[in-house]
């Protein structure tokens, strides 16, 4: 009968305390995501993939000025400047190999126009190695964009260069 | 004071002053600036506005010292050091003096160097970060220029073909101005408006285009001049220097490529200054020469030709057939009737190489490497051959007193040396006399600039001669002795018959009589005539009389890059006889027979006794006077091999075509017309599958299991060769020089024709380099403006050019300064022949010009 009732007790209250953490996690919302469908929010100075700004109207910021492949220590960086239909100074190509790449960020701060950033994406998987050379046309962020962050920095610059106001 | 400190210091500078910079005792020659004694003795001063070759203004004041007993900071390069003066460049007011002044430039200094092509090797920001202020304290809108129109937020204008000039960063030290005006001689980049809005600006309708250009781009301290050359194209930082040459123009212009090695590629050219040839200027040639190494035109492979047509073949395959032809023709008809053809703009060694080939291996002594000489000369002993010989120095030409030029268009055939002469004019008062068929553009520096008539030259010598007899200016046995000589002529009659005045005959005898250091030049108007033994009688008669040589140098100058050293190494039918010499010891034997020159040689192709002809570098077809004579004799052989950088009308013939490299490939040394051997060191890798000279005369060497040597010993038997002293004296007796009348004229035909350089080329390759067409991209016809208004010639009318045995419609120039009626086309375009107008047999070839109605 002693028997009997330890193994009650045991069951019916021992276990569920000795459970008690993993049952109270079935209550909880899970710390997991269901990964490839959801994804988290990065942190806000996450170092992932480079991107390329643009200005208010499309045209691109990056001028091709080779600061930010100097300061690369990886050497991932390589451009060549052009000349565009207005006699200004663009670059022609600009690659970024991304498995040379190490993410450290120098480029973003060596860039004087404030032309590249390092954004949030991390996925790097691909079957050939030539699919980690982005270029320009793939890292130059989507002309109409909703926000632009960069608009009061635009601003200031344009003044202090004593160049009209209309473009912005 | 500027102007005559540089006198003083360039000419004789015995006094001397000690002064104490920074607590270090100087001694310099009394008229020394401040700066200059610093920058002499290692101390560093910062400046923009000045340059080591240009007068000093004190624009920018940057070179603030701070001298003792003067209440305030001085610019040093426009003080002159004065005994005991105690000057301080580091000192906290110094520092405080330049810190205001950077902040000062950049007040209107657009920071823009993210897009600016001297970011990374621009003087004003080296300058800011070694002594400028973190921040600005001015806070308002910088001034700019904006054309009108303009949707570009760059403010470029482009002020020539080549130059584009960005105004806003311009920080107006005034160097580009100040070197156009004082070195180059040149007025269409000026300063306009005054104050804030003061602007560097190309003159009013005219293009910044003149043939020393490029160099403005390469003082400009900031990046207001940039050139299409190097705009947008790299970075500094991402690239190499290799030290080289200019492979085009004689003097050996040192030079500095910028190269970037993944790219295998070149991508601009710079002077590496040497002040005893070039003083740090490059004519356009030398800078945008370097083009046409990384042209896509290049030949790319060996072809050789089957069955009439030319195919793409191994390097193996193209050395075989020319083993098999020419052991053939050798076999059949005598190893004598192999010759050859060097370009003289080739290196040293595959010069060396060429010769002993033919001299060794082929036995032949069938090889020359002029193409282009109207009259090659028969005999290596000719006064001319002795004239060519004489040492000439380059840096000599500063001092001297008189500079007299005969028979050339200096800033055509040797921009190096018209720039000299303007720095002898311009710093050192030296009088500049110019004696020439033709006006040139020395005519705004010269004392006196005598016209002759075309094709009197030797009596234009001759008249000077008799005018300084006449004057007394000579006297004693030497002008009886030349009086004999030249007896039947008279003053009158000599003045007659060329054309210049007696009183300006009798200047310019005085100028030669009473000069204290001369540089007497002859340039091409002499070498390629037909008379020019006779001329340089005349002109050894003039040399003896005033004894020029004795107070200076006369030299005729030769014409192409490595000339000199084809020369000293014998690349001539019939080499001096200390050359043959030399080379029968080096090789144990010497082939004895008969030497042809390249008309020769053309002359025997065309009776078919030169069945084989190799061809390295040249193109006769385009450079000789005879285009027809040439293509004809080519076309005639068994076997023709042409080696060459591009597809030439010579290579079109050819029955294997080898691609050749450039020099700026390998390693090679050239040697100037001073005779000063040069290395020129290799940039980039052979382009496609093409191989330097040497090697491909090695190769083929080798095909004959015979070897021409190591490099080792090919380079000290060059050394040997060049190491002979090859100036050969001046007749030391007058002679008599023998009045040559013209050939009978063809009925209608009376306008002389001059075939020269464009001012912006040289030879037959130039026209491959892009930036050197922007300038001139085809033949054009130079004419004076009197002339044209008889014909009715607008600028750009399409005109007929008609001689003899040819014609060409070219556009029309007109050139302000040339006064009689000749008219000048340049021969470096192959789209248009003009040497087909051309007679080998005439001194002059005349023309008839007609306009052509669109």
Not at chain 2, 189 to 217: C, H, M, W
């Amino acid at each position: 009968m002693k028997e009997v009732l330890k193994a009650v007790v045991n069951v019916f209250l021992k276990m569920p305390l000795g459970f008690m953490v993993t049952i109270k996690y079935f209550f909880r919302k899970p710390v997991t995501l269901d990964y490839p469908h959801k994804k988290r929010p990065m942190a806000p100075r996450y170092r992932g993939r480079h991107y390329l700004e643009r200005y208010d109207d499309g045209t691109e910021r990056c001028v091709c000025c080779g600061l930010c492949a100097a300061a690369c220590p990886a050497d991932a960086i390589y451009m060549e400047p052009e000349e565009n239909e207005k006699g200004e100074r663009r670059a022609r190509i600009y690659e970024i190999n991304l498995l040379r790449c190490i993410f450290c960020g120098f480029c973003e701060e060596a860039c004087p126009e404030e032309a590249i950033f390092l954004g949030h994406e991390y996925e790097f998987s691909d079957y050939e190695r030539s699919s980690f050379l982005w270029t320009k046309e793939q890292m130059l962020v989507q002309h109409p964009r909703k926000d632009n962050p960069f608009k009061r920095i635009y601003r200031r610059v344009r003044k202090a260069y004593g160049a009209p106001d209309k473009i912005s | 004071m500027a102007d005559d400190t540089r006198k003083k210091t360039t000419t004789k500078a015995v006094a001397t002053v000690t002064l104490t910079i920074d607590g270090k005792s100087i001694t310099v020659p009394k008229g020394t600036t401040v700066l200059e004694a610093a920058l002499q003795n290692g101390i560093h001063i910062p400046t923009f506005c000045w340059h080591p070759k240009l007068k000093s203004v004190g624009a920018c004041r940057m070179c603030y010292v701070e001298i003792e007993k003067m209440a305030k900071l001085q610019v040093s390069c426009a003080t002159e050091a004065v005994e005991g003066m105690v000057v301080h460049t580091d000192s906290d007011n110094v520092k405080q003096g330049r810190r205001a002044i950077i902040e000062f430039i950049l007040l209107n200094h657009p920071l823009d160097c993210p897009t600016c092509d001297k970011g990374g090797e621009c003087d004003l920001q080296n300058l800011t970060f070694e002594h400028g202020y973190d921040d600005s304290r001015f806070d308002f809108r910088k001034s700019r220029f904006v054309d009108e129109g303009s949707t570009s937020t760059f403010d470029d204008v482009r002020i020539g073909p080549e130059i584009v000039l960005n105004r806003n960063r311009c920080i107006l030290c005034y160097k580009c101005v100040r070197a156009n005006k004082e070195a180059f001689g040149e007025y269409d980049l000026g300063a306009y408006e005054r104050g804030n809005i003061t602007q560097i600006n190309s003159a009013p309708g005219e293009k910044v285009d003149n043939p020393f250009s490029g160099n403005l781009v390469e003082i400009c301290p900031v990046g207001a001049l940039t050139n299409s050359d190097w705009r947008y194209k790299i970075r500094v930082w991402l690239t190499k220097t290799t030290p080289s040459l200019c492979n085009f123009t004689s003097s050996g212009t040192n030079t500095l490529f910028y190269k970037e090695d993944h790219q295998n590629k070149i991508f601009r050219t710079t002077s590496r200054r040497n002040d005893d040839i070039d003083d740090g200027w490059l004519p356009d040639v030398t800078r945008y020469g370097y083009q046409i190494v990384n042209s896509p035109d290049r030949l790319r492979v060996p072809l050789i030709k089957k069955e009439g047509k030319q195919v793409e073949a191994t390097w193996d395959e193209a050395l075989d057939l020319i083993h098999k032809h020419f052991t053939e023709i050798s076999d059949k008809m005598g190893s004598v009737c192999i010759g050859g053809l060097a370009s003289p703009s080739l290196d040293n060694k595959s010069l060396y190489a060429f010769s002993k080939f033919f001299r060794t291996v082929l036995n032949s002594n069938n090889v020359d490497f002029r193409s282009d000489y109207r009259m090659l000369p028969p005999d290596a002993e000719t006064v001319f051959s002795r004239l060519c010989s004489r040492p000439f120095k380059i840096a000599d030409i500063d001092d001297s007193d008189v500079v007299f030029v005969f028979g050339s268009d200096l800033l055509r055939e040797h921009p190096n040396e018209y720039l000299r002469m303007r720095k002898a004019c311009n710093f050192n008062n030296a009088r500049v006399f110019v004696v020439n068929p033709y006006a040139t553009k020395a005519a705004d520096i010269a004392a006196l600039e005598a016209v002759y008539k075309v094709g009197s030259d030797e009596q234009a010598i001759n008249g000077i001669c008799l005018a300084a007899i006449d004057d007394n200016l000579v006297s004693g046995p030497k002008a009886k002795a030349l009086a004999e000589k030249l007896s039947p002529l008279t003053l009158p009659e000599t003045s007659k018959a060329c054309g210049i005045t007696v009183d300006d005959l009798r200047i310019l005898a005085r100028a030669l009589a009473e000069s204290r250091k001369i540089s007497f030049m002859c340039g091409e108007i002499v070498t390629r005539s037909k008379e020019r033994e006779t001329i340089t009688t005349a002109v050894s008669n003039l040399n003896l009389l005033f004894g020029l040589e004795n107070k200076g140098q006369v030299a005729s100058l030769a014409r192409y890059a490595n000339s000199g050293g084809a020369c000293k190494l014998g690349v001539q039918p019939s080499p001096a006889p200390a050359v043959k010499d030399k080379l029968k010891e080096i090789w144990g034997g010497y082939p004895e027979c008969e030497p042809h020159n390249t008309d020769s040689m053309l002359a025997l192709m065309k009776k078919e006794e030169v069945a084989g002809f190799f061809v390295i570098g040249a193109n006769p077809i385009m450079l000789h006077p005879d285009r027809q004579f040439v293509r004809e004799g080519l076309e005639k052989l068994d076997f023709l091999v042409a080696c060459d950088l591009f597809e030439s009308e010579t290579t079109e013939i050819a029955d294997v075509v080898l691609p050749l490299c450039s020099w700026a490939e390998y390693d090679g040394e050239y040697v100037n017309l001073e005779g000063r051997s040069q290395r020129a060191e290799r940039a980039v890798k052979p382009m496609f599958e093409s191989r330097p000279g040497c090697e491909i005369i090695k190769l083929i060497t080798a095909k004959y299991e015979k070897s021409l040597g190591e490099d080792e010993q090919l380079t000290s038997e060059i050394q040997q060769l060049l190491d002979l002293d090859s100036a050969l004296p001046l007749p030391t007796e007058f002679m008599a020089v023998k009045v040559v009348v013209e050939d009978k004229q063809d009925e209608g035909f009376e306008i002389p024709l001059f075939v020269t350089d464009d001012p912006h080329h040289c030879g037959h390759l130039t026209e491959k380099s892009p930036s050197l067409t922007s300038f001139a991209d085809d033949a054009y016809l130079e004419i004076g403006p009197d002339l044209a208004e008889r014909l009715k010639l607008k600028e750009g009318d399409n005109v007929r050019v008609e001689s003899p045995v040819g014609k060409v419609i070219v556009p029309a120039r007109i050139s302000e300064h040339i006064e009689n009626d000749v008219v000048l086309i340049p021969r470096n375009f192959s789209s248009t022949p003009i040497t087909s107008l051309l007679m080998r047999k005439k001194r002059i070839d005349r023309v008839t010009l007609s306009k052509v109605d669109s």
